[in-house]
């Protein structure tokens, strides 16, 4: 059997998530700057109950991305596409 290695990632996760000024473009502003943004990745709450739902106020959409900052820090933040805010959610080691 073919063994894999990979390097483990730890995620360390902001409760609650840090909100991130707006930037230039409708990007987060970060320090050190973003070197490189890999997403969207789309989490969607409450899909299932739409129909029966006559409120649509209880869903969640997040957008998530992974962002390498240039000094190297990799950062998993979202945007909230309903009240237009990017956050901090976590940091991977």
């Known amino acids: 059997s ?9 995620r360390r996760i902001l409760s609650p998530p840090e909100p991130l000024p707006p930037g230039p ?3 987060p502003r970060l320090e050190p700057p973003l ?5 969207p990745y789309r989490l969607q709450s ?10 649509a106020s ?9 962002a390498e ?6 950062l998993w933040i979202f ?8 956050f901090l959610q976590g940091i991977v080691d």
């Open 2 to 10: 073919a063994r894999f290695w990979s390097p483990t990632l730890v």
């Open 25 to 27: 473009g409708g990007g």
């Open 35 to 39: 070197r490189s943004l890999s997403g």
């Open 46 to 55: 409450g899909w299932w109950a739409r129909e029966r739902a006559e409120d």
């Open 58 to 66: 209880g869903l969640v959409t997040r957008d998530y991305f992974y």
């Open 69 to 74: 900052r240039e000094d190297g820090a990799l």
């Open 79 to 86: 945007r909230d596409p309903a009240r237009e805010r990017w």
